[in-house]
């Protein structure tokens, strides 16, 4: 049985002891980042800088929550947009190995710079287990790169401080409620943000497009929860394909985009089943989605797939 | 109130009047075909030649089922296998149009080929009034080609005969019952087949890959009607997206291809909502095709979308 509370105190003395000088972490307010902060800030307190980056990639309201987040839990943090930076090196690229590597690159720019400002030589990240497991050891395949693990380029100048490293999903969130973070119950949400579920080119605009549809896919599935319709499912988001299809606008044949919503069961993201959502609630998503997107997308989907053989995310 | 009896009635006098001499009827086994050609039949008897052609995008096993409908039917027909033909001509082209326009020509030059042999001056359609509501008259839109109109190439050397142009889909089932057919119930089936349920190119391969996921669409609904656990369907099959996306197959990621189902309540093809397929079937739906179709397609979605804002096909 996982101890969280042993874990706190002895993680807090082996950051002590890994940790020269001050330290870095990208704080993406999710549980990983927040847990991770939480122990490095009762390590090091002051010494450790957190820096949040907008990439253009954040949910809707994220980043503004996200500094909320940062101040209440008396962090010394930065607040950085690179939102356009992002969107200028992602130009054309369509190919998911090269986003992810082009916005882990990015990022370790952006956190160098930083880091070179404030004198910093230590970077926490929040990696866990099925990070690194799925992203390949000797024994496996490593065909993704993985966003806290391949996204790093080689020649960093930052020494890496992974306090989670060896936990699982499930014992990050028992962290998390010993630490009486509010985040314990947030869904997982991954490094490279909403750009994983722009199947294609992650341009601004559709940036725009699959943070509205992920608004109104959380807003109701939060709602049909808190009405007791369904269970809270372990991740629910929308995803943008690279698919045009025919829908009618009045009398007119339109081309629109298609989103597809995703919800999940699982314990430990290594298998998940998809959440049974009522259909008339998926019948709300989808006409809110059609209606507040209305120029842009006709078609709505619900990925019905497993995890074998699907993964949660697309990409 | 539609008066089916009439309707026959009125038909065969007309098509008497209008056709001279043999002629010749596209026969693919859906309702609106088979509607015509008995009503023709009944007209002309063996002046008329059914038609049937394998474009290499039937149903599985429905090019042999219609064989054998047009034998019980007595028709004087001829079975033309152009399946290699259509893939050559289709060879790199993703544009809907332009797939439709194409397969639409062809279809004319295969007729035409069987017209010239046999002495042919009439050709008889089954086009009925949403194909050509949908397809614009003055004072709509002209967006969409529709399989039994635009696919229609302008210089054709045959007279065209419609004798359900005027009815509506509930109408021509109506007349199909009362003729003692038994496709009466039968869902209806575009004119380029599962062509346009293959968005992007249309080659052999992705052929065989949506055939199969129709029929295990077409199995397991019908299965779950006839078990009660649902209502059957006005339309209900798979379409094949140009897209890939990640999965997992032992311990290796994968990528694959994605599955749509879709399945949709109407009355009259105008407005259309999504069925409200049971989360248990839709289950085994999607595990089946992952299961059946393992090292091409890893995931499946439930199109959730109703008419408008989507159309029931989707290009």
Redesign the interface.
């Known amino acids: 049985m996982f101890d969280a509370e042993k874990f706190i105190k002895e993680s807090i003395d082996q950051i002590k002891e890994q940790v020269e000088g001050r330290a870095l972490i990208a704080f993406s307010g999710g549980v990983d980042s927040t847990v991770c902060a939480a122990l490095v800030n009762k390590a090091i307190g002051n010494n450790l800088i957190a820096v949040h980056v907008d990439t253009g990639f954040m949910r809707k309201n994220e980043s503004k929550d996200v500094e909320k987040l940062m101040e209440k839990m008396n962090l010394n943090y930065r607040f950085v947009d690179s939102s356009q930076e992002f969107f200028n090196d992602l130009k054309g690229v369509v190919d998911?190995e090269k986003k992810r590597k082009i916005i882990g690159e990015k990022f370790i720019r952006v956190f160098e710079k930083v880091a070179k400002k404030e004198g910093i030589k230590s970077l926490v990240q929040g990696t866990i287990a099925p990070d690194w497991i799925?992203s390949g050891d000797s024994?496996?395949?490593t065909?993704?790169s993985h966003h806290n693990v391949g996204g790093l380029p080689d020649k960093m100048d930052l020494t890496l401080v992974e306090p989670l490293r060896d936990l699982y999903k499930d014992e990050v969130r028992k962290v998390a409620r010993a630490l009486k973070l509010e985040v314990a119950e947030r869904q997982p949400f991954p490094g490279p943000g909403l750009a994983v579920r722009i199947?294609g080119e992650a341009t601004k605009e559709r940036a725009e497009i699959v943070r509205e549809a992920c608004f109104i896919v959380e807003s109701e599935i939060e709602e049909a929860v808190k009405e007791g319709k369904m269970e809270m499912p372990w991740q629910y988001f929308a995803v943008l394909?690279?698919?045009k299809?025919?829908?009618?606008?009045g009398?007119?044949?339109?081309h629109?985009d298609v989103i597809?919503?995703r919800a999940v069961e699982s314990i430990d993201a290594m298998t998940c089943?998809?959440s049974?959502?009522p259909?008339e609630i998926?019948?709300k998503?989808?006409?809110r989605i059609?209606n507040s997107l209305?120029e842009k997308v006709?078609?709505?989907?619900?990925?019905?797939?497993?995890?074998?053989?699907?993964?949660v995310?697309?990409?």
Do not use: C
């Open positions: 998911p799925e024994l496996r395949d065909i993704k199947i394909l690279p698919v299809s025919v829908g009618v606008h009398d007119r044949r339109v629109g597809t919503v089943a998809f049974k959502i259909n998926l019948d998503i989808s006409t059609t209305k006709n078609r709505v989907v619900y990925d019905i797939t497993n995890k074998p053989p699907g993964t995310e697309w990409e």
